[in-house]
């Protein structure tokens, strides 16, 4: 029997439609769509990882350990492959069809080891204990790994893109100037943001305009890697919960992709948290990805490999966060396609330095950055996902926001 003409033919029957990708099985078989990238069946396991957990976590699994593979473009698969795990919902009479071909080809047995590289976090969601294992799991990964993926600046968030010309540095400084400006920083303002990450904003803000800017994360490498880089400048880096700051309003706040990591049941303390540490008057700056309202969470890949406990929610529910927790809401850009041509530009990077990353990081962890900049740019592209770039203000008790020169 020839595995990949049995496979297909059983996926088209679920579908009622031709396969858009063609499939190469583990004994040389080739069938489906030549036209197509060709989804590479290493092994029986490839099969049996997603018998044993079907769909996108089970196909994440088979392709981390190298039971799956892609050949071609892997954007292009994953698209194809969207688009048809979104039709595929067997019956139980189809489940019946699924188990006899995969008894006849072998593929029934023990479930397969998850790959070592997933997150394994204990205790209550969204506890200050197990949010710092959430953000260690992704951000503590290697300084070396992150410096050899992103620019210059470190900065690990959408960039914004100006010109076609633009490099990677380039959009992120032009992300980074364009959030001083929102912010309206001057010489001797007082800066806090709130999950700093490698420090780019911080650095940037005390650079170039002058202020005195502060910087809270979870992190201690991230803690270590900005205080080694901000020598010199008037830069403080706190490892600290949002839930633990001190009453000390500043002049203006930024959030910057952090969001994401504080969980919806939390989401009210955090923009409280935000407006609180604002001085009357103050600006907030607050970048975060959104999702539709039927997946508001990261989704099973990433909140397994990238980034546990992710939640993303519509802009509209963050935006009714910010007000209810008293923010005046002043402008909202849309950034998705900023972020397609930044999830390119740092797969690029992986590709080019791709023996570096593995090793760095080992090859599971180098595949699943593959599979994570692949289907995060694509996500953006077919809008699945967004990200937004929110400015709020904090008025005074009657009623002045502090950009009243500001208008026109």
């Known amino acids: 029997m020839r595995v990949a003409p049995e496979l297909v033919g059983l996926v088209e029957r679920l579908l009622g439609a031709k396969i858009p990708v063609s499939v190469l099985a583990w004994d040389g078989s080739r069938a489906g769509d030549s036209d197509g990238p060709c989804v590479v069946l290493n092994s029986r396991r490839a099969l049996r990882h997603v018998l044993w957990q ?11 350990t190298g039971d799956l ?21 067997p019956s139980a009479k189809q489940w019946g069809e699924i188990v006899k071909l995969a008894l006849r080809l072998g593929v029934i047995g023990p479930r397969p080891k998850p790959p070592v590289a997933e997150a394994r976090l204990g205790g209550k969601l969204h506890t200050r204990t197990r949010d710092r294992a959430a953000i260690a799991h992704h951000y503590d990964l290697s300084n070396d790994f992150y410096q050899l993926l992103l620019d210059p600046s470190m900065a690990y968030s959408c960039a914004y893109w100006t010109s076609p010309e633009a490099s990677l540095s380039d959009a992120q400084a032009a992300k980074l100037d364009l959030i001083c400006q ?5 010489p001797g303002m007082r800066l806090l943001d709130v999950g700093c990450g490698w420090g780019s904003l911080v650095i940037y803000a005390a650079r170039n305009c002058g202020v005195h800017a502060t910087g809270i994360t979870l992190s201690q490498q991230q803690r270590d890697h900005v ?37 919806e049941e939390n989401y009210p303390a955090y923009a409280a948290t935000l407006f609180r540490m604002l001085k009357p008057e103050g600006r907030l700056v607050l970048q975060q990805m959104s999702r539709g309202a039927t997946a508001p969470g990261g989704g099973a890949f990433i909140e397994t490999y990238i980034a546990p406990d992710m939640t993303m929610r519509p802009i509209g529910s963050t935006l009714n966060h910010l007000a209810a927790a008293g923010f005046e809401i002043r402008d909202v850009q849309a950034m998705r396609e900023h972020y397609v041509r930044t999830c390119r530009a740092w797969a690029e990077t992986l590709e080019k330095r791709w023996d570096d990353v593995v090793g760095l990081v080992g090859v599971e962890q180098a595949r699943i950055w593959r599979l994570y900049l692949a289907g995060g740019a694509l996500a953006f592209e077919e809008n699945r996902m967004g990200v937004d770039q929110i400015v709020a203000v904090r008025t005074t008790v009657d009623g002045r926001s502090g950009m009243e020169g500001l208008c026109s």
Do not use: N, T
Not at 54 to 59: H, K, S, V
Not at 182 to 186: A, E
Not at 230 to 258: C, H, K, N, T, W
């Open 54 to 64: 079907p769909g996108e976590l089970g196909l994440a699994r088979a392709y981390v």
């Open 69 to 89: 593979d892609v050949d071609g473009d892997l954007a292009d698969g994953l698209s194809r492959f969207w688009q048809v795990g979104r039709k595929v919902r």
């Open 182 to 186: 929102k912010l309206g920083l001057r």
């Open 227 to 263: 205080l080694k880089r901000a020598e010199g400048l008037s830069v403080e880096v706190r490892l600290q919960d949002y839930r633990e700051l001190p009453a000390e309003p500043f002049d203006a706040v930024a959030s910057i992709e952090m969001g994401e990591h504080v969980g």
